[in-house]
């Protein structure tokens, strides 16, 4: 296959996405999918309450200068931070909180934007990339831009991989540090990404990007020395606890749901066609974890339902615990791979897969 070759999933000849279709707009009616969104809704308000009352908290500086209740403190605003961009920001992204497409803008760029990281340029990469051609080398920008980690076995192996399954976790904690400060600025220069070509960002961009970094800043590290009680230094490494915790909560929550020793990386053949059918590709390339389970659902925002968001993400990650046991069913009526394990099952099945890719 070339850079240059278009991909296409093989036809469903068998009937599964029109069959798996019909049983969920049977059973998942319209009165369920608008309880679903009251339930979005309620999870936004939620949140956002969270997050916007640990700031609030932090500025009114109660507890003195006591350095412990201020780590704590930033915990808990990076902690609401990544639960309001899984449970709000990506629904919103995927046009499931309103009919109207500037409700879903207002909060998704809202409260993505406000974690430091770019909205914008996530919402072209998720949208047009990683949800057109899941774990597909050349097409996926989730697969194909790291240069320290072999997350697919079709790329290139550099020696030092063979001790990824070691270094990973370091990596993975300052994984926000990465994003906020320096990966955004990469992506809005980069011409060429996985099946993304020829980019080229209006000037704007830029000073949107940079407008919402200092931001970021001014809120999280330049307020918070001016109005308590604490040295530079605390502030940081305050700061900096609240990125370790949330980067490994954004992370552990997120490659579990592709890169394990169960899911798989399909090639297309010399014709560019891919070995399954959009709907078969999903599942053979998803991992779910307690999908049914009405707390991690609360937690993880549907991303523990993958299987569902993958096939219907059009719909509100609330309704997936109903739309997940209709995927199974049909998966088993088709033979096909239906992959699930608990949480700690896939995040220990990902460091085999990392250990097997680097040897």
């Known amino acids: 296959m070339n850079n240059t070759q278009q991909i296409l999933f093989k036809r469903d000849t068998e009937g599964f996405t029109k069959d798996l279709n019909a049983e969920v707009k049977s059973l998942i009616t ?39 209740y201020l780590l704590m403190n930033y915990v808990a605003i990076g902690t609401s931070g990544i639960l309001l961009a899984f449970n709000s920001a990506h629904d919103a992204c995927h046009q499931t909180f309103s009919k109207k497409k500037w409700v879903n803008g207002l909060i998704f760029y809202f409260t993505f934007n406000m974690q430091g990281t770019s909205a914008r340029l996530w919402r072209i990469r998720h949208l047009a990339s990683h949800h057109l051609f899941s774990n597909v080398d050349g097409c996926d920008a989730d697969v194909d831009d790291n240069p ?18 070691f270094y990973a976790p370091i990596l993975y904690s300052v994984y ?15 011409k060429n990404l996985a099946n993304l070509k020829n980019q080229d960002y209006p000037f704007w961009y830029t000073i949107e990007l940079v407008v919402w970094k200092l931001f970021y800043v001014s809120y999280m590290i330049v307020l ?14 305050a700061y900096l606890l609240m990125i370790v915790v949330g980067s490994n909560i954004f992370i552990y929550t997120l490659v579990t749901t592709h890169f394990t020793m169960e899911t798989e990386f399909p090639s297309a053949n010399e014709k560019g066609e891919l070995p399954y059918h959009f709907a078969e ?19 993880f925002g549907g991303f523990n339902s993958h299987a569902a968001h993958h096939l219907f993400p059009n719909l509100p990650h609330t309704i997936y615990p109903k739309v997940t046991p209709i995927i199974v069913a049909k998966a088993l009526n088709y033979n096909y791979k239906y992959n699930v394990l608990t949480l700690w099952d896939a995040i220990v099945s990902h460091f085999r897969y990392l250990k097997k890719l680097g040897k």
Not at 148 to 165: A, D, E, T, W
Not at 224 to 237: A, K, Q, T, V
Not at 281 to 299: C, E, I, K, W
């Open 281 to 299: 590709h999903q599942l053979m390339v998803s991992m779910d974890y307690h999908p049914t389970n009405l707390v991690a659902s609360f937690l």
């Open 224 to 237: 918070p020395y001016y109005l308590l009680g604490f040295s530079l230094s605390e502030i940081l490494w």
């Open 30 to 68: 319209k009165d369920k999918i608008e309880r679903a969104v009251v339930f979005l809704w309620v999870k936004l308000f939620f949140y956002l309450s969270f997050f916007i009352g640990s700031l609030v908290i932090l500025y009114q500086n109660q507890y003195g200068n006591h350095f412990g």
């Open 148 to 165: 320290l980690l072999r997350f697919s076995p079709n790329h290139k192996k550099k020696s030092f991989m063979k001790y990824q399954h």
């Open 176 to 190: 926000f540090i990465v994003w906020i400060y320096a990966k955004d600025f990469v992506y809005l220069n980069k």
